[in-house]
């Protein structure tokens, strides 16, 4: 086992290690992934380790479930933020379908509207010429006498 000081936190350290801290190690060297995140204690340092990292263990029993979690405080952080996300989509869904529930029914008032204009329209067509009165009776109107012109006055000049 090595004591290491942390350098920099970007690292698969243990959960709640600051820069500065020392942190045990349970392999004989150090691996890869701490190269110049970190500096190897001497042995007569007496500073106590704050945290102890151990490397992952791939259970190897069933090759379905392997897994490989460097930072299981991350894992579970990333687990919270896809929860809420989760159910942030959840509730644009519910609300993507409301306002899809009110364009529908939109929809089928103007496709109603629709329909009885075009039912009007074929009525009104399908009316002979001359009976459509205005007056709301459908009986056929007479037809209208034109006055007649009234005859021309004679006037003091023609008659001169």
Request: aromatic letters at 2%; hydrophobic letters at 50%; a negative charge.
């Amino acid at each position: 086992m090595i004591r290491v000081e942390v350098l920099h936190l970007k690292a698969p350290w243990p959960a709640g290690v600051t820069v500065g801290a020392v942190v045990a190690l349970a392999v004989a060297s150090l691996p890869a992934w701490a190269a110049g995140k970190c500096v190897l204690l001497p042995a007569d340092d007496e500073r106590e380790p704050v945290a102890t990292w151990e490397p992952p263990q791939i259970d190897s029993s069933d090759p379905q479930a392997r897994a490989f979690v460097v930072n299981p405080a991350a894992a579970a952080d990333q687990l919270a933020e896809q929860a809420v996300r989760v159910a942030e989509l959840g509730q644009q869904l519910l609300d993507a379908e409301q306002a899809l529930g009110t364009a529908l029914a939109e929809i089928a008032s103007l496709v109603a509207e629709r329909d009885a204009a075009q039912a009007e329209l074929q009525a009104l067509r399908s009316v002979p010429v001359g009976t459509i009165t205005g007056d709301g009776t459908g009986e056929a109107l007479l037809p209208v006498e034109e006055p007649k012109a009234a005859p021309a006055k004679a006037t003091k000049k023609a008659a001169a």
